[in-house]
Nanobody, 120 residues
Framework: QVQLVESGGGLVQPGGSLRLSCAASGSFFTLYVMGWYRQAPGKQREFVAVIDINGRTKYADSVKGRFTMSRENAKKTVYLQMDSLKPEDTAVYYC??????????????WGQGTQVTVSS
């Protein structure tokens, strides 16, 4: 069983930055593909970024060049550095863990979410 706890959300002006963190509990963190997803009001949850067990990343086109995902295995933590934020980035951001060695879509473990609001 894996528990995920996100932090770092908040209110930021357009063009600003935030860094989200996701701390995981349980064993075998290094063997999990980790991802970030987001859900805006009235919309479906969508993919944002993913990092595999080797540290390779993929991003949604809408955030490519602005967001950077990383992982720190010793702390069982993944991060999402968000720069040049836009109002359309406003959403609840969820951390996801998939016990897989390859990227295949969201896994079964989700965090509780953290709100990101981009507004002037």
């Amino acid at each position: 069983q894996v528990q995920l706890v996100e932090s770092g959300g908040g209110l930021v002006q357009p063009g600003g930055s935030l860094r989200l963190s996701c701390a995981a509990s349980g064993s075998f963190f290094t063997l999990y593909v980790m991802g970030w997803y987001r859900q805006a009001p009235g919309k479906q949850r969508e993919f944002v970024a993913v990092i595999d067990i080797n540290g390779r990343t993929k991003y949604a086109d809408s955030v490519k060049g602005r967001f950077t995902m990383s992982r720190e295995n010793a702390k069982k933590t993944v991060y999402l550095q968000m720069d040049s934020l836009k109002p359309e980035d406003t959403a609840v951001y969820y951390c996801n863990a998939d016990p897989s060695t390859v990227v295949r879509g969201p896994g079964e473990f989700w965090g509780q979410g953290t709100q990101v609001t981009v507004s002037s």
